[in-house]
């Protein structure tokens, strides 16, 4: 399953904690606190059981948790699928406004080609996608009542009536 993001605090920095001890306090399994070790959280010397500081596995998580927070690089969005920042297929984006001045920008992954939306301000959108060709969409609620819905629309209302 999704990597879950633990709160750091869960544990007390002057607590030395067991694999299993600490599995159970970040409500993790053990294998993923295996996995931290793996990934460079520092268990105290020589012991067996291994034990970990709370101390340190705190500051590891903090840092490891900031770097998820990592905004995606100019030219990508982050995909829910691959877990990574990827670029919009062919370089193609929508960006469906909601008021004058944010809106949501909505690309295909060009590596699995999952959705992938992002919540934008409208300034932000050149520096975050430079280079991208984007397809302004007005979201339908800021349609309503100030121009007449497209015959589309207007047979569909019919036809369900
Ligand atoms: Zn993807």
Redesign the pocket.
Known sequence: MAARRVNPRAVKLHRSYSVPELAACFGVHKNTVRHWQRDGLKPLDGGRPVLFQGATVRAFLSTRNASRKRPCSPGTLY????R?P?PPALGMVDFVSFNDKSGNIRAI??????V?HRRVSKTELASILPGCDVQYVEALRRLKGSSPPSLNCDLERQAAA
Do not use: H
């Open positions: 995909c829910f699928r691959c990574e990827r992954c060009a590596t699995c080609e999952t992938m």
